[in-house]
């Protein structure tokens, strides 16, 4: 169908006389409407984000979050409740252990737990004629070494410390002695409840111990020589 100017110009006259007609009508809508205000600002917890629940071999529950790029870390919970927290940082696993269960968090987020099983008992030997008494030997006694230092850490745990150019050792406990395990240079790296201890070697002989929360319980640090002695302390701005 030809379509001529003049009917062209009445269909535009006619399109312009309606959307007149309705700009009133949306301007008192939009009037009527709530304000928009600004977006509101990400707060601190939005920086660490669930990643996936795992299930332990024991039957526990291991809550991996992405703290950051590359930075994982995961809550273990026992019966609802929260038995230990582990960080990796660094690229670095972080380790682990309560009551014989394992666990550790790789730097990838993803997580390995086994449990310690308990050695089968020898089987009885078949009687034997009890030979002539002797003198009983003189036991020795025991050599346990002490440790060269020993330090109490910002959370209440005990680090001691075991000097050697070769192979330095530190050795982390609870307030009752009961033990978290032991840092050296094959295992340089623990976690416990929020915290990460790091076996530092700082050059010609020289170890340090470094004591790091996690960001979300403020991400200070404690470093301590051999002799038990705070070197370095650093506490983060509270924001």
């Known amino acids: 169908m030809r379509v001529t100017r003049r009917s062209a110009r009445t269909a535009a006259v006619a399109t312009g006389a309606v959307a ?32 996936r629940n795992v299930d332990l071999a024991d039957g526990s529950l291991a809550k991996v979050y992405q703290d950051g790029p590359g930075r994982f870390s995961a809550e273990i919970y026992a019966g609802g409740s929260l038995i230990d927290t582990l960080t990796s940082t660094d690229g670095r696993p972080a380790y682990g252990q309560n009551n014989g269960l394992h666990v ?11 449990v310690e099983t308990a050695p089968r008992p020898d089987p009885a030997p078949a009687p034997k004629p009890e030979p002539a008494p002797r003198p009983a030997p003189q036991q020795k006694k025991d050599t346990v070494r002490q440790a060269d230092a020993k330090v109490t850490l910002p959370d209440g745990n005990v680090a001691r410390f075991f000097k050697s150019k070769t192979w330095p050792r ?70």
Not at 24 to 46: R, V
Not at 104 to 114: A, K
Not at 203 to 225: E, F
Request: charged share 25%.
């Open 170 to 239: 530190v050795e982390l406990t609870r307030k009752n002695g009961r033990s978290l395990g032991s840092l050296d240079l094959k295992h340089p790296t623990a976690a416990h409840h929020g915290w990460t201890y790091k076996l530092v070697d700082a050059g010609r002989h020289t170890y340090k111990l470094a004591a790091i929360d996690t960001p979300r319980q403020g991400a200070d640090s404690r470093v301590y020589d051999f002799q038990g002695k705070l070197v370095e302390k650093y506490v983060a701005r509270k924001a």
């Open 104 to 114: 550790v968090l790789r730097p990838d987020g993803t997580v390995r737990s086994w």
């Open 20 to 51: 007149a007609l309705l700009l009133p009508a949306a301007g008192a809508f939009a009037a009527d409407g709530p304000d928009q205000g600004p977006d509101p600002a990400p707060t601190s917890s939005d920086q660490s984000v669930l990643w």
